[in-house]
């Protein structure tokens, strides 16, 4: 089964869709399989991250601003912006595409893990992922 | 089908399960088909490496440790210990979940090809992966 | 069903695989599934980047070279020559497994999305790719 999922984000940062993920889940009726999402674009991406403390995620943010930084003067990919080629760049130290076990009919996820969409760009985008569900 | 394997971590370092991942593929009898692997955690992560000289794994984790570092004053989420914050974002390098494609009823890995559970934490813990055998 | 490609590298850099696999795709007459390639090497590795401007990829490569230099002091597997040890870390900041949806009997990567092997090693060399296609 193929589904999809739609978000408009804000500016950079870590938005959760584990919820999102979850519902296309139930929706498939598939109660022990696997669920692969992708996200159709190179300037945003996806991790497994700490859904408990946003302390943690701040910091993971800052670190990636610190180590691939905006108005980096080696950069030469430069016409869409100072804030896009560290998009591309952090978008391939992280992750396109992930795949989660589904056991009972849900994800598979630790306690601790939460599904995150992780927009790169400064100003936000209407980002879509596409979800493929087998057994 | 749905597999689970754990391990108990002795301190941080990679550790291979290409072993115990092997057996759940055998015992799955499937021949033809996809292994995907997910840890249930965001303080240690997987990683397919060399398993050859271990030299190689020791410069991998020590350019990490120099990269990603204990201590570093940046951070803010330092309550649950100094390596926690550097565990979290050297998971979100690496990978939380992988999927090896299965040929012959074994892992279709390359002749130098391990998998390895990478431990972050300094003291180790025991760690869970959640298993996927697909056709 | 199980596929491979091969490539011949003529050195380091950027190879686009995306019509290749697309092959693969059309080959199986899967028109809704999911598609996944593993590189069977330690010292090469996958992405997905942008495929229209060349600059970002080459930005990419030059940040990269940045951060996983050759000839680092602090490596000590130096025996396959200066190249190796840098490959083997860029290709765990990379992927050596990429899962992408299929969808109308094509890979459902977006507008600006190509699949790319990435060799870490100077020279080059023969990579081989295993790919599982399954509904």
């Not at 080696?74 to 591309?88: I, N, Q, R």
């Not at 391939?92 to 009919?105: D, F, Q, R, V, Y």
């Amino acid at each position: 089964m193929i589904g999809h999922i739609q978000l408009e984000t804000a500016g950079s940062g870590l938005y959760e869709i584990t919820a999102q993920l979850d519902a296309v889940v139930r929706g498939s009726g598939v109660t022990e399989g696997l669920c692969t999402v992708m996200i159709q674009h190179t300037s945003a991406s996806l991790t497994i991250q700490e859904n408990a403390d946003p302390t943690a995620r701040r910091d993971l943010e800052a670190w990636m601003e610190r180590h691939v930084p905006e108005g980096d003067p080696h950069f030469t990919h430069t016409l869409e912006g100072p804030d896009d080629m560290p998009s591309h760049i952090r978008a391939a130290l992280t992750s396109t595409t992930l795949s989660i076990p589904i056991e009972n009919g849900r994800l598979a996820l630790g306690t601790w893990q939460g599904v995150y969409l992780w927009e790169h760009r400064r100003r936000g985008s209407r980002r879509r992922c596409v979800i493929h569900i087998g057994s």
